[in-house]
C-alpha cells in the first residue's frame, strides 16, 4: 500500500516479486511500502545471442508473471551489467569478481535496469533504464583491495555502486539508483500511471 492512502480509497495492493533489500530501501524512498515481498524462482540463464536490453526486459516480465497476484499489482525488476554485447555475470565467486572488474577497468559500460508492473487483470506496464558507468583505470592493489572488502558478491558486474566501488567510478550519465537496483524515476512514473497515489 501507500504511506499516504488516497481519499478516494484504498490505495491498490502491491507485491514486490524481489527479495532485494537494495530494492525494498529504494522504492521506500517514493513512499510506497509493499504489502508483500516475494521473490520469483525463475531461470536466469540468457538466451543464446540474446542482447543485454532484451534479456533484461525479459527477466522483468517473467518475474512478474511468476507470481499469483491475486488482487495485487505485482512489480518486477532486473538489472543487468552490459559490456559491449556480452551480458556480465553476477560475480559468486572471487575470480568471476575479478575477471569483471579486470574488463571494466578504465572503460565505459552499460547497466540496464528493467522493471516490468503487472496489474491484477494481467495487463503490463514496462520500462527500460540505461546507465553509462565508466570505472577509471584500476590497478592490481585496488581490485585486491575491493575483492577483500566482499562488497562483489552476489552483484551483476562484480561490483555493487553504493559501496565503495563508488570511489572507483569516474563518471556516470544517468540513473544513480538504476545501478543500485531499481530506477526510481521509471518505476514512479509506471506506479503512477497504474493508479497508485504517488505525489
Given amino acids: 500500500m501507500h504511506a499516504d492512502a488516497a481519499a478516494h480509497g484504498p490505495a491498490p495492493r502491491l ?44 527477466m522483468a516480465r517473467e518475474k512478474a508473471l511468476a507470481l499469483a497476484p491475486g488482487d495485487a499489482h505485482v512489480l518486477a525488476g532486473d538489472t543487468v551489467v552490459a559490456c559491449g554485447r556480452r551480458i556480465l555475470p553476477k560475480a559468486e565467486d572471487e575470480a568471476a569478481a ?12 552499460r547497466v540496464l535496469s528493467a522493471i516490468a508492473l503487472r496489474a491484477p487483470d494481467g495487463a503490463l506496464r514496462e520500462r527500460v533504464c540505461e546507465t553509462i558507468v565508466r570505472f577509471k583505470p584500476l590497478s592490481r ?8 572488502g566482499g562488497e562483489w558478491e552476489g552483484k551483476a558486474g562484480g561490483y555493487a555502486i553504493q559501496g565503495s566501488a563508488e570511489g572507483l567510478i569516474a563518471w556516470i550519465s544517468g540513473s544513480h539508483s538504476a545501478v543500485v537496483g531499481l530506477p526510481l524515476f521509471e518505476t514512479r512514473a509506471l506506479l503512477k500511471s497504474a493508479g497508485f497515489p504517488i505525489a
Fill in 141 to 148: 592493489e585496488e581490485v585486491e583491495a575491493y575483492i577483500a
Fill in 15 to 58: 507485491i514486490l516479486a524481489s527479495a532485494s533489500p537494495r530494492r525494498r530501501e529504494l522504492i521506500s524512498r517514493l513512499g510506497v511500502v509493499p504489502d508483500a515481498i516475494e521473490a520469483a524462482d525463475i531461470d536466469e540463464t540468457p538466451a543464446a545471442r540474446e542482447l543485454p536490453r532484451d534479456y533484461a526486459r525479459r
Fill in 98 to 109: 575479478r575477471q569483471c572488474l579486470d574488463l571494466l577497468s578504465g572503460r565505459r559500460h
